[in-house]
């Protein structure tokens, strides 16, 4: 999300400085996100005089704030879709696996404390990956030596060397299904359309993009920071129906 709060900076003569007004901030995957992005100000920029801070950074996101064992989120912010500026053998890269297929992920950040608030179930997206190669799609689930997700049978497994890679590969693709996370935020910055589970934990008003369907299941986003049962009712409540409805919009038009 940094990446879309710097969009444009480069154009009038500004770098952004996510930082707290001394130091640039970056986070162990800023780095990789940020590699080639003229808009953005690395470490050890802190004195160049086309520096413009912005107070955005682990610990400090502008999109929520920390009371007790939630969330609370500001609806004042939204999220503005990304960048990623491949280079010449990135977007080589990223065209190995053709295009046209749709790339579906049924775990998101499994290690954090909040993943079963955001779980809808790999049964269900397993439903969702047979009725849509029954309808003839090509659907494809990204791999790495660091994932711990759970491989869906029948479905085709692409290997990626880092969330870099995977973005050049997701770029190809017509549709990215998911919750809510990392690889919606990548959809967005590569353009990719997607429907994105959220629930009853983040609001799509806040994280969410309006070049995607985002289902709550009806809910009002809680934030908790626990296993909850108001997000686990909101994640039952998106049938497979209404995710194969919500990918047919995007597929069958494509296609037409």
């Known amino acids: 999300m940094g990446t879309g709060l710097a969009r444009g900076a480069f154009?009038?003569?500004k770098r952004i400085a996510l930082g707290d007004g001394r130091r640039i901030l970056w986070d162990e995957h800023s780095a990789e996100i940020f590699r080639g992005n003229p808009n953005l100000a690395p470490p050890g920029s802190e004195r160049d005089p086309d520096i413009e801070w912005l107070p955005y950074y682990k610990g400090h996101r502008l999109y929520n704030r920390r009371v007790g064992n939630r969330w609370v989120w500001n609806f004042n912010f939204h999220a503005v879709p990304g960048e990623i500026y491949f280079d010449t053998d990135e977007l080589a890269a990223g065209r190995r696996h053709g295009q046209g297929f749709v790339v579906i992920e049924p775990q998101s950040a499994q290690w954090k404390p909040v993943a079963p608030n955001k779980d809808w179930g790999v049964q269900k997206f397993q439903a969702v990956t047979e009725r849509l190669r029954g309808q003839g799609f090509r659907v494809a689930q990204f791999r790495s030596?660091?994932?711990?997700?759970?491989?869906?049978?029948?479905v085709e497994q692409i290997a990626t060397a880092s969330f870099r890679d995977a973005l050049a590969v997701l770029s190809h693709a017509a549709l990215y299904i998911g919750s809510e996370g990392g690889l919606h935020h990548g959809a967005a910055a590569v353009?990719?359309?997607g429907v994105v589970l959220f629930g009853g934990?983040?609001?799509?008003?806040?994280?969410?993009?309006a070049s995607h369907v985002n289902l709550t299941?009806?809910?009002?986003?809680?934030?908790?920071l626990r296993r909850c049962s108001h997000c686990r009712k909101a994640l039952a409540a998106i049938s497979v129906d209404d995710v194969v409805a919500a990918a047919n919009n995007f597929l069958l038009e494509e296609a037409a």
Do not use: H, M, Q
């Open 145 to 154: 030596r660091k994932s711990a997700t759970v491989a869906l049978p029948g």
């Open 191 to 193: 353009r990719v359309p």
């Open 201 to 209: 934990f983040v609001p799509p008003e806040v994280t969410g993009y």
């Open 11 to 13: 154009s009038k003569g």
């Open 217 to 224: 299941g009806g809910a009002t986003a809680c934030g908790s």
